[in-house]
């Protein structure tokens, strides 16, 4: 039994891969050691050399030895290129993709209009890529977009308009490609995406855990009085890292932005751009 081509091109049959690249790799070199050390060993091989079993057979008449032992690795099938499993893993991480590009954008939003104070301050002009986030969820919305026109060429479907790259642009870029996704993952073409899909998953979460810009809020808490002491949880309310108050967006809105003067909002940006 050769390699299967019919195996789920998931991570969980890397074994199998792996395990078949090792035996491809060691073939060659006993098919190079046979013609090496048999004068006629050429010309036997050639009579028999899409014929495993026969090649075999013609090799031990020539007291050669016989061909590395064929993997035994266990394999997951899949129909025709991904497993039901990988499927709905897929299908589930294009939609987290979705919720955590929304959530990473409300922060991304929180620093840059009225809502951080920082709009007073009128910085957006000279500073056209304000965070990581805003960044990454462009290149995201590109990757995505051009995922979606090479499907639409596939399949025949009309061009969508250009549109410019905002949170709708994304939704619907999003809604095409769920729409559409049972029947790409069944392409050939759809392993690359698939692991592709997987990778900007982890990437949003990661952001979404870690990116210390990002996650900080402008302003001065309500209660300790101190500033750049505000972050965002990932249930959306802020909290003071210093005293522990907790405000949803109404109490921040209200405690933090509605009490702002210009030189708090100054202090605070101060403060920011100093960590
Ligand atoms: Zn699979
Ligand atoms: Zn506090």
Same mark, same amino acid.
């Not at 990002?214 to 101190?226: A, E, N, S, T």
């Not at 890292?241 to 405000?247: A, E, F, S, T």
């Given at each position: 039994?050769g390699?299967?081509?019919d195996?789920?091109?998931?991570?969980?049959?890397?074994p199998y891969?792996?395990a078949w690249?090792a035996?491809?790799t060691?073939y060659?070199a006993?098919l190079?050691?046979?013609?090496?050390t048999?004068?006629?060993a050429?010309?036997?091989l050639?009579a028999v050399?899409?014929?495993?079993e026969a090649?075999t057979?013609a090799?031990?008449?020539?007291g050669?030895?016989q061909?590395?032992?064929?993997?035994?690795?266990?394999c997951?099938l899949g129909?025709?290129?991904w497993c039901?499993?990988?499927?709905?893993?897929?299908?589930g991480a294009?939609?987290s993709?979705?919720?955590?590009?929304?959530?990473?954008?409300?922060w991304?939003d929180?620093?840059?209009?009225?809502?951080?104070g920082e709009q007073?301050?009128s910085r957006?002009a000279?500073?056209?890529?304000?965070s990581p986030?805003?960044?990454?969820l462009?290149e995201l919305y590109?990757r995505?977009a051009?995922?979606?026109?090479g499907?639409?060429? &596939?399949?025949g479907?009309? @061009?969508?308009?250009?549109?410019s790259r905002n949170? $709708?642009a !994304?939704?619907?870029? /999003?809604a095409?490609?769920?729409?559409?996704?049972?029947?790409?993952?069944? &392409?050939p073409?759809s392993v @690359?995406?698939?692991y592709e899909?997987?990778?900007? $998953?982890? !990437?949003?979460?990661? /952001?979404?855990?870690?990116?210390?810009?990002?996650?900080k809020?402008?302003?001065?808490?309500p209660?300790?009085r101190?500033v750049?002491?505000l972050?965002t949880r990932?249930?959306?309310h802020?909290e003071?890292?210093?005293?522990g108050?907790l405000?949803n967006?109404?109490?921040y809105q209200?405690?933090v932005?509605?009490?702002?003067?210009t030189a708090?909002?100054?202090?605070?940006?101060?403060?920011?751009?100093?960590s």
């Amino acid at each position: 039994m050769g390699r299967r081509t019919d195996v789920c091109a998931g991570p969980e049959n890397r074994p199998y891969r792996e395990a078949w690249d090792a035996w491809d790799t060691a073939y060659e070199a006993w098919l190079q050691h046979c013609l090496d050390t048999a004068e006629n060993a050429a010309e036997a091989l050639s009579a028999v050399y899409e014929d495993e079993e026969a090649r075999t057979t013609a090799f031990d008449a020539l007291g050669l030895p016989q061909p590395p032992a064929t993997p035994a690795e266990a394999c997951v099938l899949g129909a025709p290129v991904w497993c039901s499993r990988c499927r709905a893993r897929i299908r589930g991480a294009l939609g987290s993709i979705g919720d955590l590009a929304a959530l990473l954008e409300s922060w991304a939003d929180g620093h840059r209009g009225a809502a951080s104070g920082e709009q007073i301050l009128s910085r957006r002009a000279s500073t056209p890529s304000p965070s990581p986030i805003t960044d990454t969820l462009d290149e995201l919305y590109g990757r995505l977009a051009e995922v979606e026109a090479g499907w639409r060429a &596939h399949a025949g479907h009309q @061009t969508r308009p250009r549109r410019s790259r905002n949170a $709708e642009a !994304r939704e619907l870029v /999003l809604a095409y490609l769920q729409a559409h996704l049972d029947e790409m993952l069944k &392409h050939p073409g759809s392993v @690359t995406f698939g692991y592709e899909v997987w990778v900007w $998953e982890r !990437r949003l979460r990661t /952001l979404a855990k870690s990116d210390p810009v990002v996650r900080k809020r402008p302003g001065r808490c309500p209660r300790c009085r101190l500033v750049n002491v505000l972050r965002t949880r990932d249930d959306g309310h802020t909290e003071c890292c210093d005293c522990g108050r907790l405000m949803n967006e109404e109490e921040y809105q209200r405690d933090v932005v509605g009490g702002a003067d210009t030189a708090v909002v100054a202090e605070s940006k101060e403060a920011r751009r100093a960590s």
